[in-house]
């Protein structure tokens, strides 16, 4: 039996969310809430991770009852299983990307993608030299045609180590041959996950959990590392600059198109072709002053680093962008995209557009955006979404508030630049204790948990305690709009974090880009550790999910803990069912790894226990508290 509704307050911390949801009610809109209501109280098994359907001798649900399944694996086994399994789907996503990427480089190697060209050239032939390709007196497409090939190769089943672990302390790189966790291809440690997981092979629990922590690094330290520098170096490395957030980004008197997703393959395209004077022309006949092209989710993260352009909203706001009614177009490329934004724009005037044939949603418009006319596609949907202009009833457009301000842009390349050439400033603030340590604040937003209240909450109480907070993916949004991405917020800030910030005219709280871009975390953790000669589990640093929904989220979560950062989670996952398992999660992978995860739903606590962990990593370093 579903459970009574929640009131709008309870939903979300955001008047421009609450006003939205109200006017979905009026409108008779169906939004996330209303069906996580509807599929409440949720199956015990399924959240313990006790049920299994690898095979239809079942499916199998054990217990203290029935304790094993019908082949006779046990809840050990069945929860190790299906949380590989679950991580292996969020490596795989995100490392996707990552070759999407690749082959974009490959196309414009080849000569066959006239609208996309290499961007930043001196961090194409660095990133050629770093994995040990010859650079010095080459043509650039050589040195590209190579290093397209190291990646494909990253991919395969025939290197001992995937390329980019060139970055990883020597004595990180030794703990994961011992436990025979070094990565050596993307594909090869996703396939193997598939078969390990198969019925009749890996029916050792902690076994099946070293594959899975190996499948996540291939990830953090192959795919979606890939995926970051190679956008990068296609589109530009991110520099700071100002931009706005919130729904009020979204324009009354202009077209107005959104982009969804993660690619910006697609993405870039798309505000390029909405920038053409005929198309903006067109766009004026109509009524409109011009086109609004603002983004939602990684890919509006993507296009906010590198072009400042607005951010609608994240996960939890994509439905109720397309409800203020002046959405023209919803283009999405791939992952975190909600199938009911089709049946929500299908209420509007709304097109929803797709562009990849590995996310096809039934009712779209759909392209086939292939890097050879990219930009002839491009301006055929934006075309669609001028055109739609017309359609728009203005009487059921409502938009609230005003666009906040935020700072963004803060690419590795970008801080060492602010800090004078080098990290050496940085690493004297951590000395002095004025940053007394790190925390990455990551991932997503969870309609179980009250939107962006942790997000939000976590942040504002690290900043407090001299912890400086590096965000990516949707909580890039929350901390915008909570005020958290300006140079102003130095003022919520602990004293010593105050003065460095504001010496640099930074926030307390940097935007490091969308959810592959975590992949700059690990390299920034890992280029200090290296100049101080140390393990990345030594550093006083923390990551944190505490809205967390998504595989992605669980094999970002892992990989951070694998390389040895400890990492917070604001609810657990399905793992409960197994106590060698979620022993192994929150305690057992320090002795093996170096860090751990913890789970804890309250942001307060969950900074006193960051601040703990960064006090004793501060000391084991010879620092003061």
Not at 308 to 325: C, F, S
């Amino acid at each position: 039996m579903a459970k009574e509704p929640r009131s709008i307050d309870e939903l979300t911390i955001w008047d421009d969310a609450k006003a939205m949801l109200k006017k979905a009610k009026r409108e008779g809109v169906e939004t996330v809430h209303d069906r996580l209501d509807q599929q409440t109280p949720h199956c015990k098994f399924c959240e313990l991770g006790t049920t299994c359907r690898n095979c239809t001798m079942g499916p199998c649900r054990v217990s203290e009852k029935r304790p094993r399944g019908v082949c006779g694996a046990d809840a050990d086994v069945i929860v190790a299983r299906n949380f590989g399994r679950f991580v292996t789907g969020g490596a795989a996503g995100h490392s996707d990307h990552g070759r999407d990427l690749i082959e974009v480089l490959e196309a414009v190697v080849e000569g066959e993608a006239p609208d996309y060209k290499i961007t930043d050239e001196p961090k194409l032939r660095r990133l050629a030299g770093e994995v040990g390709i010859e650079t010095e007196g080459r043509e650039l497409m050589a040195v590209a045609k190579d290093l397209m090939e190291c990646f494909f190769a990253d991919f395969g089943s025939r290197k001992k180590s995937i390329s980019l672990l060139s970055r990883v302390p020597e004595v990180r790189k030794e703990k994961w041959a011992k436990l025979g966790m070094t990565p050596r291809g993307v594909d090869r440690e996703i396939v193997e996950m598939m078969h390990r997981t198969h019925m009749g092979c890996d029916n050792d629990a902690p076994n099946t959990l070293i594959h899975a922590a190996r499948t996540a690094l291939a990830d953090g330290w192959g795919g979606s590392m890939i995926g970051t520098e190679l956008s990068d170096v296609l589109f530009g490395t991110p520099t700071p600059k100002m931009s706005t957030a919130n729904l009020a980004v979204i324009k009354e008197d202009k077209v107005n198109l959104l982009v969804h997703g993660h690619n910006p393959v697609v993405s870039e395209m798309i505000l390029a072709a909405a920038r053409e004077p005929e198309l903006v022309a067109r766009a004026k006949e109509l009524g409109a002053t011009g086109i609004n092209v603002a983004g939602l989710c990684c890919t509006g993260n993507e296009l906010l680093m590198r072009q400042g352009i607005p951010m609608a909203g994240n996960h939890l706001m994509t439905e109720l962008a397309i409800i203020t009614g002046a959405v023209e177009a919803v283009v999405v490329d791939y992952q975190c995209i909600m199938p009911s934004l089709v049946q929500i724009s299908g209420c509007y005037h709304t097109k929803f557009i797709d562009t990849a044939n590995k996310a096809r949603f039934t009712g779209a418009i759909h392209f086939d955006f292939q890097p050879r006319t990219a930009m002839k596609q491009a301006r055929e949907i934006v075309s669609i979404a001028v055109e739609a202009f017309a359609q728009r009833d203005p009487g059921r457009v409502e938009i609230p508030g005003e666009p906040v301000n935020i700072m963004t842009g803060f690419s590795n390349e970008a801080v060492i630049e602010a800090l004078g050439g080098s990290l050496q400033p940085l690493i004297d603030a951590i000395v002095a204790g004025d940053i007394r340590g790190a925390v990455g604040i990551v991932g997503c937003n969870n309609p179980k948990i009250k939107h962006d209240s942790l997000n939000v909450g976590l942040a504002k109480e690290l900043i407090k305690k001299d912890i400086l907070v590096l965000v990516t993916g949707c909580v890039t949004t929350a901390a915008g709009k909570a005020g958290l991405l300006l140079p102003e917020a130095i003022e919520m800030a602990g004293p010593g974090l105050k003065k460095i910030c504001g010496a640099l005219g930074i926030p307390p709280v940097l935007h490091y880009g969308s959810c592959v871009d975590n992949s700059r975390i690990m390299q920034l953790c890992a280029a200090l550790a290296n100049t101080l000669g140390v393990d990345i589990s030594d550093l006083p640093v923390g990551a944190s999910s505490p809205e967390w929904y998504s595989e992605k989220a669980a094999a970002i979560g892992l990989y951070a803990v694998a390389s040895g950062i400890y990492t917070h989670l604001g609810h657990p996952p399905n793992i409960l069912g197994s106590k060698t398992v979620t022993n192994l999660a929150v305690s057992g992978l320090e002795d093996l790894v170096g860090a751990t995860f913890f789970i804890e739903p309250d942001a307060v606590k969950t900074a006193e226990m960051f601040d703990e962990r960064i006090k004793a990593k501060r000391k084991g370093l010879g620092l003061s508290e």
